[in-house]
């Protein structure tokens, strides 16, 4: 749904490709809802189930066809045609025939060949992980009606990227994707974006290794912003939230840039916006901490979609990372990191709360050595 043509006259809120194959231009979410609506019928987007004697119908009158056309289409194109070994044999489709003339088939017989070949042949965790993430809400639905979406409704796929640290910046690679409904405001997503710098406490704690940190970063920084087409977005639903995005705009006004505008996060929904489909936006937080936001898809709701509102924003994918280990034992995730340390292997180094405990205090709890120790949250806390 998130291409089209183009024409002098083209339907503004509809999107049509600016780049082939990259964005589109922008358009009004709620507008190209509405087009939608407008064109279809009722019948077209309902989560109702058709029999099957009506849907041939409707198939028949829509392509101009006899239904005795139909039948002789359906004969030759029923799934039993397919069978690749005789009638009498059992059906096992983890078999791949030895001669196979399907192009499909071909290539799935060099890859099972190939893996054949390989010591061990297995699935990944992460692959697991990720297939059980897109299966678990397919056609899901509410046990009260009062959660199901309604019909009509339109859905959001957004990626996520990992924050832009441009000295260690070598490729770009979604940390998340989320299924967001168009009813849902930007502090929706704002909140379901998961970063590990909001879990980060600051602070040195090498003197009072036992005192507990009074708060993450998340709980005493929450301003936040999110830039699409030129409006700023802040989070302002609590007093101490600031006006992130006012340095900038006042600095803009300086230059040759076009004018910029700011609205509050929690009182735009999805379909207020007028966005591209496949254009880098950007969602900052923590003062610097700066993720690329890419709108991937947008399409109405249908049946085999996970239809309870509860579950949104609907987590499809989740990249996972490798948990950095203690410098020492390498088998324990980094709980601490010092600097300055004379019994580090290094500086920075990482320990384990085992090995930073026994290297670094006595028996007492008194310090050893001048060093500095701040609390570290592995990436991988995510997992």
């Known amino acids: 749904m998130a291409a089209g043509g183009s024409s002098s006259n083209v339907n503004e809120n509809i999107p049509v490709f600016e780049y082939k194959d990259i964005n589109t231009k922008p358009f009004h979410v709620g507008s190209f809802r509405t087009a939608w609506l407008e064109k279809l019928k009722p019948i077209d987007y309902s989560y109702e189930e058709k029999y099957e004697e009506t849907e041939d119908a409707d198939f028949a009158k829509e392509m101009g066809i006899a239904p005795e056309t139909l039948d002789e289409l359906k004969a030759i194109c029923s799934v039993d045609t397919l069978r690749c070994q005789a009638e009498d044999e059992p059906l096992d489709t983890n078999v791949v025939p030895s001669d196979p003339t399907l192009q499909t088939l071909i290539q799935r017989k060099k890859k099972q060949d190939y893996k054949g070949t390989l010591r061990i042949d297995k699935i990944s965790r992460v692959d697991h992980y990720q297939d059980e993430l897109e299966s678990l809400a397919v056609g899901k639905r509410p046990e009260d009606p009062v959660d199901l979406v309604p019909e009509g409704e339109i859905i959001l796929s ?84 600031q006006d992130m995005s ?42 610097d901490c700066e993720h690329v936001v890419i709108i991937t898809d947008i399409r109405l709701a249908h049946k085999d979609d996970c239809l309870d509102r509860k579950l949104y924003p609907l987590l499809t994918h989740k990249h996972r990372v490798m948990t950095r280990k203690c410098a020492v034992c390498h088998v324990y995730i980094g709980r601490w990191l010092t600097t300055n340390d004379p019994f580090a292997p290094n500086d920075p180094c990482l320990f384990c709360e085992r090995c930073f405990r026994m290297l670094h205090y006595d028996k007492k709890g008194n310090k050893l050595g001048q060093f500095l120790a701040y609390p570290y949250v592995d990436p991988g806390a995510f997992n």
Request: glycine share 4%; with cysteine.
């Open 158 to 241: 957004i990626n996520v990227l990992y924050p832009a640290i441009f000295e260690r910046f070598k490729y770009v690679r979604p940390h998340m994707t989320l299924q967001m409904l168009g009813s849902h405001s930007l502090v929706d997503l704002r909140d379901a974006i998961c970063c590990i710098s909001d879990l980060q406490v600051f602070g040195e704690f090498s003197n009072t290794p036992d005192m507990a940190p009074d708060f993450i970063s998340k709980d005493h920084f929450k301003s936040a912003f999110f830039y699409f087409e030129g409006v700023f977005y802040n989070d302002m639903r609590h007093p101490e939230c």
């Open 246 to 287: 006012e340095t900038t705009i006042d600095w803009a006004k300086t230059r040759d840039f076009p004018t910029f505008h700011k609205a509050k996060m929690e009182d735009t929904r999805f379909y207020d916006l007028k966005v591209k489909v496949g254009y880098p936006y950007l969602f900052c937080h923590q003062g």
